[in-house]
Nanobody, 121 residues
């Protein structure tokens, strides 16, 4: 199975920056897609950004131009650089991974424990 460890959350002022990290552990898995979701109080979880193993990226429209997702495949780690943060982006940010056993066709989805990001003065 796959275990995800997230870090980098915290308190930041509006307009500030933060970088999240998510390290995946799991033997003999291919991490086809790694990404980030967020969930604010009273709202549904939403996609923020994803990156494939070939570094093809996808972003929510609301974060385009401000957030950058990247991944280090040898370390099985995905990052989310967040710039110009807004108060409404206060949420728990979750790492999400679609992992595939090397000899399998299907993938399995895993979630991190979540890291709190608070944007406030």
């Amino acid at each position: 199975q796959v275990h995800l460890v997230e870090s980098g959350g915290g308190l930041v002022q509006p307009g500030g920056s933060l970088r999240l990290s998510c390290a995946a552990s799991g033997s003999s898995f291919s991490f086809d897609v790694m990404g980030w979701y967020r969930q604010a109080p009273g709202k549904q979880r939403e996609l923020v950004a994803t990156a494939t193993s070939r570094h093809m990226t996808n972003y929510a429209d609301s974060v385009k131009g401000r957030f950058t997702i990247s991944r280090d495949n040898p370390k099985n780690t995905v990052y989310l650089q967040m710039n110009s943060l807004k108060p409404e982006e206060t949420a728990v940010y979750y790492c999400n991974v679609d992992a595939r056993p090397q000899r399998n066709i299907r993938t399995f989805t895993y979630w991190g424990q979540g890291t709190q990001v608070t944007v406030s003065s």
